[in-house]
């Protein structure tokens, strides 16, 4: 079992900044790939960035790219996730999720990964 807890989210001015973390319990923490999502109300769930279960990889929704950025540090069982110049419209609430995978492919579809955390609101105003 793995239990992720995210952290970091909160109330920001477009054009802002802020990091989550994803904090996971498990003891081959490495072993995972991590993948953030996020869910806006209304609509449906979708992909924001993943990572390898070494670091090796990384891949980002198109509309991500140039402004997030996600890393992994192993020996702090934990993920962040840097989101840079926020657009209202990234307000959302924002999971992480686990999947344990060793191989450098990042997965996209939700229903792949087995371990969700409970969500952090993002809200940026504009």
């Known amino acids: 079992q793995v239990q992720l807890v995210e952290s970091g989210g909160g109330l920001v001015q477009a054009g802002g900044s802020l990091r989550l973390s994803c904090v996971a319990s498990?003891?081959?923490?490495?072993?995972?790939?991590i993948t953030w999502f996020r869910q806006a109300p209304g609509k449906e769930r979708e992909f924001v960035a993943g990572?390898?279960?070494?670091?090796?990889?990384?891949y980002y929704a198109d509309s991500m790219k140039g402004r997030f950025t996600i890393s992994r540090d192993n020996a702090k069982n934990t993920v962040y996730l840097q989101m840079n110049s926020l657009k209202p419209e990234d307000t959302a609430v924002y999971y992480c999720?686990?999947?344990?995978?060793?191989?450098?492919?990042?997965?996209?579809?939700?229903?792949?990964?087995?371990?969700w955390g409970q969500g952090t609101q993002v809200t940026v105003s504009s």
């Open positions: 999720a686990a999947r344990e995978q060793t191989s450098e492919r990042i997965v996209v579809p939700s229903d792949m990964y087995h371990y």
């Open positions: 498990a003891r081959t923490f490495s072993r995972y790939a």
């Open positions: 990572i390898s279960w070494r670091g090796g990889s990384t």
